[in-house]
């Protein structure tokens, strides 16, 4: 085999090799040897640049997953924090609602006149029984639980605030209804309707109840209202009428003194006279009468009232 080897400048000579059998073998030895070394070189070289391919690919996929894990984390954590946030916030609710159920309770029960040691609302009612683990619950399920007892409470306070008002109208009822016993002590000496007259002896028409009692004992009056009439009244002496927003007016009559002028406003209960013998009267008692729509009506009913 001869091989040419011919320059790139005109000036140059062309060199010939010669290459002979033995030359050619060699060659073909030489490079059937190296070429599996090569082939192995540049195969552990590309493993190795696959290797680091792949663990680079792996490094980036872990940094992926750790920044979703902190992202996650950091979720959870703000999810915490508002759960926290509603819960304070929802108990504050609660605590003030239930401030608010103590002092209606405590209304309640003096306006019931209910045993203010059995209806104590300043002490945390008693509780007890065996102690059993029960399953824990998740902040969405304590959410709802408190949500339901808020609910709960809501409903109870508007019972009660509608019970509160039920009993503030009867109690206003009862205090401008005239009810009640209008002395100290004393006894019905002479009921209503008719009787015998103790000065003349004639039937006629008795339009209250006297009752005995000792010379200026106090006179109560038996509810609220504005006095109508304070001073002498022909066949009455000296008197006081109380006119009560319940419509009704009552009178007390035949008194030794009065106490109250005609426009005071007086509260059940409170001295308005002294008893006394003045106008058509035998001895110390007090004329009491009760007036409907301008009619006497029996006044038992109401001295009843205060027995009961």
Do not use: C
């Not at 339901?148 to 209804?177: F, G, H, M, P, Y």
Request: overall charge positive; cysteine-free.
């Amino acid at each position: 085999m001869n091989i040419i080897l011919v320059p790139n400048s005109q000036r140059g000579k062309g060199r010939n090799t010669t290459f002979s059998h033995r030359h050619l073998v060699l060659i073909a030895l030489v490079v059937f040897l190296a070429l599996p070394v090569l082939v192995g070189i540049v195969a552990y070289h590309a493993q190795d640049m696959l290797t680091a391919y792949n663990a680079d690919s792996l490094l980036a996929a872990q940094r992926r997953e750790l920044a979703a894990q902190r992202t996650a984390v950091a979720e959870a954590k703000r999810n915490a924090e508002t759960h926290l946030n509603a819960l304070a916030q929802r108990l504050g609710q609660m605590q003030a609602q239930m401030m608010r159920l103590n002092a209606l309770g405590s209304r309640l029960t003096r306006m019931a006149g209910l045993d203010a040691r059995e209806f104590n609302f300043s002490v945390e009612a008693a509780m007890g029984g065996p102690e059993k683990t029960a399953a824990s619950s998740n902040p969405p399920e304590l959410m709802d639980s408190l949500d339901r007892l808020t609910r709960e409470i809501e409903r109870q306070q508007e019972r009660l605030s509608a019970l509160e008002n039920l009993l503030l109208d009867r109690k206003l009822n009862a205090a401008v209804t005239p009810s009640g016993w209008p002395v100290d002590g004393g006894w019905i000496s002479s009921g209503f309707g008719v009787r015998a007259d103790p000065f003349n002896g004639h039937q006629s028409q008795h339009d209250g109840v006297d009752i005995a009692s000792s010379m200026g004992s106090p006179v109560h009056a038996v509810g609220d209202g504005v006095v109508s009439h304070s001073g002498d009244k022909a066949g009455y002496g000296m008197m006081v009428e109380v006119t009560h927003e319940s419509g009704l007016t009552t009178r007390y009559a035949h008194a030794s003194a009065v106490l109250v002028r005609a426009g005071d406003r007086v509260q059940k209960g409170q001295s308005i006279a002294l008893v006394g013998t003045s106008g058509r009267s035998t001895g110390p008692h007090l004329h009491f009468e009760v007036v409907r729509n301008g009619t006497a009506v029996n006044p038992m009913r109401y001295l009843q009232q205060a027995s009961k």
